[in-house]
């Protein structure tokens, strides 16, 4: 069974402080993603790694940074937690190859910044 | 510009009736096609998908019909059962730049007893 988990399910913090989501895979899968969910907007992609130390901006990666310093693991950065960024945060992983596309996903953190 | 797109952001459906979850696409590159389940406060988990060179594919209760003229795709459920009741997203991917998958707002299926 795959798993991916995440390093916390609910999380409070404050305007401006920095805030880090970990993100660690069991299936030895090249790609990993972060995405957050709102209401009515669906999954939106922040960031994604096709490779251990690559990463490639999503469509909504402003105020967010990401680390993969080892294949199984990827981490989301807020840098400085703004309100506008509570949220649901996801991550995802999955095969490189072209055509085993489905995505795996973790339990999600849900970040409430006050 | 939403490239995924559910229409209807909820559905109530009769306990054994048949549910029809209708996503639309824009763009033509996409040649993959996924519908995720989420329960509250738990990760999608896949369901059921469609390469671009079939129209249907069946597994068990669910069935994916793929319409590309229309840019259009639709899933069946069918009984429906109250351990259906979640959101459904619609995904899609292709050459579009990285395989990135593109996800629909989801739609939140009721299903009554």
């Known amino acids: 069974d795959v798993k991916v988990t995440q390093s916390s399910r609910y999380l409070v913090k404050r305007t401006g402080e920095k805030v880090f989501l970990e993100c660690v895979q069991d299936?030895?899968?090249?790609?990993m993603f972060w995405y957050r969910q709102d209401p009515g907007l669906g999954l939106r992609l922040i960031y994604f790694s096709y490779d251990v130390k690559m990463k490639e901006k999503g469509d909504i990666p402003e105020g967010y940074s990401v680390s993969r310093e080892k294949k199984e693991r990827f981490s989301l950065i807020l840098e400085s937690a703004s309100t506008n960024q509570t949220s649901m945060y996801l991550c995802?992983?999955?095969?490189?190859?072209?055509?085993?596309?489905?995505?795996?996903f973790g339990p999600g953190t849900r970040l409430l910044v006050l | 510009d939403q490239q995924v797109k559910q229409n209807s952001p909820s559905l109530s459906v009769q306990e054994g009736r048949i549910s029809i979850l209708n996503c639309d696409y824009t763009n033509s590159m996409f040649d993959y096609f996924l519908w995720y389940k989420k329960y509250p406060a738990e990760g999608p988990t896949f369901l059921i998908s469609i390469s671009s060179i079939k129209d249907k594919n069946e597994d068990g209760r669910f069935t994916v019909f793929l319409n590309k003229s229309a840019k259009h795709l639709s899933l069946h459920i069918v009984p429906s059962q109250p351990g259906d009741s979640a959101v459904y997203f619609c995904?899609?991917?292709?050459?579009?730049?990285?395989?990135?998958?593109?996800f629909g707002a989801g739609t939140r299926l009721f299903v009554k007893a």
């Open positions: 995904a899609a991917s292709g050459d579009t730049g990285g395989f990135k998958t593109i």
């Open positions: 995802a992983s999955s095969f490189q190859r072209t055509l085993l596309r489905t995505q795996y």
């Open positions: 299936m030895d899968h090249e790609n």
